[in-house]
T-cell receptor, first 113, second 113 residues
Framework: GDSVTQMEGPVTLSEEAFLTINCTYT??????LFWYVQYPGEGLQLLLKATKADDKGSNKGFEATYRKETTSFHLEKGSVQVSDSAVYFC????????????FGTGTRLQVFP | NAGVTQTPKFQVLKTGQSMTLQCAQD?????MSWYRQDPGMGLRLIHY???????DQGEVPNGYNVSRSTTEDFPLRLLSAAPSQTSVYFC????????????FGSGTRLTVV
């Protein structure tokens, strides 16, 4: 079945460093791809999405490009802040039911001043 | 404030007890779902609903029951709690088909002793 694989964390960075969190997927078709963020003690929030190949989703300085040839959707940010410390989840839509999301295991990001 | 409201935020149960986790949304979303979040396993789908009167099983439905009598409410029932059901539970909702992204509640942390 469809699945999402994320790099294991935690990812530890200094403030203003460049961030990459890797995400690859397996799917029988052309799913939509998402990144969600979870701050401590809160629910998940949609960060960005891309619905077709070569689309780039972006929000709050974060970006991710839907790469069909490498089945990837890596999350990047040019300069992280302490406030970006959170858990990041990659997800894909189940094409048999486009409203059902399949999540990766999450990657914890810790940013230090 | 519009959104998804979950109650309670915390709950401790004894093995064998039953309880209902409440979820309500005021955005007129057709699609609602319940996930559980466990360390190292990401989010796993328990049950979902595409509208009032319609529910279906997700990846890990055993030990849980749901119903959807109104668009707004989607309660999750634990029939006979087990320690393996210790987890954080999230309710989420979205409009149908269009990859709008989910709105999540803030979660219920359940401990079964």
């Amino acid at each position: 079945g469809d699945s999402v694989t994320q790099m294991e964390g935690p990812v530890t960075l200094s403030e203003e460093a460049f961030l990459t969190i890797n995400c690859t997927y397996t799917a029988t078709g052309y799913p939509s791809l998402f990144w969600y963020v979870q701050y401590p003690g809160e629910g998940l929030q949609l960060l960005l999405k891309a619905t077709k190949a070569d689309d780039k989703g972006s929000n709050k300085g974060f970006e991710a490009t839907y790469r069909k040839e490498t089945t990837s959707f890596h999350l990047e940010k040019g300069s992280v802040q302490v406030s970006d410390s959170a858990v990041y989840f990659c997800a894909l839509s189940d094409r048999s039911n486009t409203d059902k999301l399949i999540f990766g295991t999450g990657t914890r990001l810790q940013v230090f001043p | 404030n519009a959104g998804v409201t979950q109650t309670p935020k915390f709950q401790v149960l004894k093995t064998g007890q039953s309880m209902t986790l409440q979820c309500a949304q005021d955005m007129n979303h057709e699609y609602m779902s319940w996930y559980r979040q466990d360390p190292g396993m990401g989010l796993r789908l328990i049950h979902y609903s595409v509208g009032a009167g319609i529910t279906d099983q997700g990846e890990v439905p055993n030990g849980y029951n749901v119903s959807r009598s109104t668009t707004e409410d989607f309660p999750l029932r634990l029939l006979s709690a087990a320690p393996s059901q210790t987890s954080v539970y999230f309710c989420a909702s979205t409009h149908f088909g269009g990859n709008y992204g989910y709105t999540f509640g803030s979660g219920t942390r359940l401990t079964v002793v």
